[in-house]
């Protein structure tokens, strides 16, 4: 554990808090000196949102990223003492309070009020983990505050996909008021956001911080050639990154190391051999015509809301000839999926340019985002200056 | 060295061949065992460019990609010929003569010609390594076949930014028809490609492959915070990074391992304590206000045809009162190169999402592309269904 660590991608956070928390059975190789920080609250700027999360070590390393590196040091003294106590515990910062708040006023994610929850790392975390590892959407319910019978840490789960929505607690259940949760929990996982709650019960004041975990999306790339590698590198933080190889390849999981798993299939059978669904992405670049022809009809008849293929235009064109010479056509909806040439325009024809336009896409598709310049939304600067200051 | 190399940038391309080359000394700690494979020559539709190159290690190991996979093997071989030889040899490869033509035809990059220089790593690419090292752009000239005196490899070096145009060449300077080259090789670094060229002069034929090598542009990341580093770790493939840390900031070698330099200084020193040309490209995200107002109205003063800062428009729009005050007023010229928002809108706010947003943004900008879908250039594929097989 380094420094180096602490910029992390959220699913190495997942993986390091599953390893921490050790085998299945409860306790087993558990490390229980590992401290969860929860970005709970915020008012001003931040530069992460609620829900941003960093995990302390004992020896003074740490995973994740709350702020930009402002509040980092005061944390891990914070964390040194939760890790003594045993108790989980409320902490907040007021960066505006600093005498310098003019100076600081502006820093990015280095003002605003801050509140963050500390906890031991313990097993009401496991469900977070398991739904992570099975690509499960869960809203983490945990407790701030409370008049009543729950105390702060104390955690329920809200898994929308289960009978319409369904409550985990490990207290007693009757405790959790699930009934106004329900909606909130529903929505927060609907947006990936984390949200604290207020909810007076009986005059009974209840705090929860809801936590909209959404897993990451699933990133499918058919092929395995060398070209394959910089795309798995690059994506491997935002994605659940799986390599399929055709033909009966082999040594996947040697030489794509940073991929999340590998299957060898034949390219007719991609459904049958993989769990396709509406956040899975595919990458089609096996360079090889036929395997990539029928990856591609197998991806289109799926659910995924994106197939990327390598090549120019011209290719797809020669598939889709000869896919209409077998009576298969591609409805609109088919072809609006598709993206053929593979990628945003980003100008660069090596291997790791190809990827970064590739990936670059992916992002923007899985987000519903146009992809133009952010500092273009707002409109260009220099028109800005024309009104104010006469054309200079 | 292992086979997980094949697909790595080419900066660690370059970086190899230095290696190899060893020591300024000719022949010091040089290993002569390794062969460099440049395509030369392409017809049909090909993975990569001519130019692209790979370098194969005794060991069976290599750097750098030529094709996807297709030839890789074949090239081993052949490359161990050349090793045992000593002797430069152009190979070629018609993947088009195959039987199975049919079915391989349009696979990317493997099908068409393919015309390869194999050679011993030698002392006469040293200049090359120079160049990148230099961050200066180059013609790499290489006799693929003579009828005069040059013998194939035999290299020379146009160097365009000396003297409005300088040749260098090992071998007797009168052998090359320099005023033949001259502006081929101009233009060819101009446009950063390679191109085999023929040229008879009196009776001689001269084939030489002119290879216009392009530094890599230079990413200057003012700011040492934890979202500095996937930034970094992204961008580190197709550009000189740069980290800039204020405030006296420390250890940033051991914290930004990938980056090609760190460099301490304050942002009012910008232009003094790096070379700032029309190459750079600038990241502000210092976190800090004062110290990105600084750097923004430093790297507008130089031609660092980007500059992005990190942060909302309003942060900026507060920077610019600030400076208005100051009596400095920005340019239409200035603004236009100021990207804020940083980034493209790719929609992860995740610290890896943010690090995507911008490399691809510099990217685009270095490229001189409009980042949109690449698939949106030819119009969207489902109209021509609509024409083709009436609105389904």
Chains 1, 2 share one sequence.
Request: aromatic content about 6%.
């Amino acid at each position: 554990m380094t420094d180096s660590t602490w910029t992390d991608p959220e699913s190495e956070l997942l993986e390091r808090i599953r390893d921490r928390l050790g085998g299945e059975s409860e306790g087993e190789d558990e490390d229980t000196t590992a401290v969860l920080a929860t970005l709970v609250d915020v008012e001003g700027s931040a530069y992460r949102r609620p829900g941003a999360k960093m995990l302390f070590d004992a020896d003074g390393g740490g995973t994740g990223a709350i702020t930009a590196g402002c509040l980092e040091d005061e944390l891990q003294r914070a964390a040194t003492e939760v890790r003594e106590t045993g108790q989980p515990r409320l902490v907040s910062y007021d960066l505006r309070e600093d005498g310098e708040s003019d100076v600081w006023g502006l820093g990015v994610g280095c003002n605003g009020r801050l509140e963050i929850l500390l906890e031991p790392l313990a097993e009401s975390l496991r469900p977070a983990v398991t739904a992570f590892d099975e690509g499960r959407d869960v809203a983490i319910c945990t407790v701030l505050a409370d008049d009543g019978p729950l105390e702060c840490g104390d955690r329920a789960y809200y898994h929308p996909d289960e009978r319409g929505g369904r409550f985990d607690a490990d207290s007693d259940p009757a405790d959790w008021p699930t009934d106004a949760l329900d909606r909130p929990a529903r929505e927060l996982v609907e947006r990936g956001r984390g949200d604290r709650l207020e909810r007076t019960l009986d005059g009974r004041r209840l705090e929860v911080f809801v936590d909209g975990f959404v897993a990451p999306p699933e990133l499918v790339i058919c092929g395995a050639g060398h070209d394959v590698a910089p795309v798995v590198e690059l994506a491997a933080a935002e994605f659940r990154v799986t390599v399929v190889g055709f033909r009966g390849a082999v040594d996947l999981t040697e030489r794509f190391p940073e991929a999340d798993r590998t299957v060898t299939t034949s390219p007719a059978r991609l459904r049958d051999a993989l769990e396709l669904d509406d956040r899975t992405y595919a990458v089609v670049m096996s360079h090889n015509v036929v395997d990539d022809r029928l990856a591609v009809d197998e991806l289109l008849r799926s659910p995924a809301p994106y197939v990327g293929l390598l090549g120019p235009r011209e290719r797809f064109e020669e598939m889709r000839a000869a896919f209409g010479a077998e009576g298969r056509q591609f409805t609109t909806g088919e072809l609006e999926r598709l993206y053929t040439p593979i990628g945003l325009d980003l100008g660069s024809g090596s291997p790791y340019g190809i990827a970064h336009s590739i990936v670059a896409e992916v992002l923007a598709v899985a987000n519903d985002r146009e992809p133009g310049h952010l500092s273009a939304r707002d409109g260009p600067i220099h028109e800005r200056v024309d009104v104010a200051d006469g054309r200079e």
